[in-house]
């Protein structure tokens, strides 16, 4: 689809970071929540973005920063109550992507009934690699996602594992809010998520289409 913006550097430019939760239920269930019957929601900024090269950043005011691991969907065309049956349609490639979580913060956030902005948005929380096109992934229902910490594996799942599809998330999301060209969509971590302290390496790869490699390091006060 044409663009007048250069859609393999969405990071740079994109507005917005939508991000799918609990879209895998061996990992809600790790985490002892509720399988959802519809998609949980919420947003980070775009200065989350980081890209290899450059730390993953502890926030001074976690002590439980944990990975998880998802494949993003960029999207190409924007558009609002986008219907399912054309929802591929707005999808101009993937990425591989990391949510990090302050998984304390976001604890105390749920028993409190707050906003998981602190967990979930901080700067650096949203490691990406390059652009993958979609002729490079024909099917993203039918990945592996894995991820590595100092070379043991922490976390490798499949995309046909998703509870709600790539399809159904591009229509619900788009219901809700207006779908823009360079958002993101994260659509979601399989079990195994835990937790990452200063100097960890993290490796993490989709199949043998791609890997990339972060270091934590302290935020600086």
Known sequence: ???????????????????????????????????????????????????????????YYTNNLHHEVELGVVIGKGGTNIAQSHAMDHVEGYALCLDMTAR??????????????????FDTSCPVSDFISKE???????????????????????TSSMIFSIPFLISYISRIITLEEGDLILTGTPKGVA?????????????????????IKKQLQ
């Open 1 to 59: 689809m044409a663009s007048s913006r250069n859609l393999s550097r969405f990071w740079e430019w994109g507005r917005k970071i939508i991000c799918v939760g609990r879209n895998y239920a061996e990992h809600a269930k790790e985490l002892k929540n509720e399988v959802p019957t519809e998609p949980v929601l919420f947003l980070k900024s775009p200065s989350a973005y980081v890209r290899e090269g450059a730390p993953v950043l502890l926030p």
């Open 136 to 158: 490079t992934i024909k099917d993203p229902h039918n990945l592996k996602i894995w991820l590595k910490v100092n070379d043991d594996l922490r976390q490798e799942g499949h």
């Open 104 to 121: 304390d913060i976001q604890d105390q956030c749920k028993k409190k009934g707050l906003p998981w902005t602190l967990a979930k948005a």
């Open 195 to 215: 937790a990452v302290g200063e100097n960890d390496e993290m490796v993490a790869g989709i199949d043998n289409i791609i890997t990339m490699k972060f270091q």
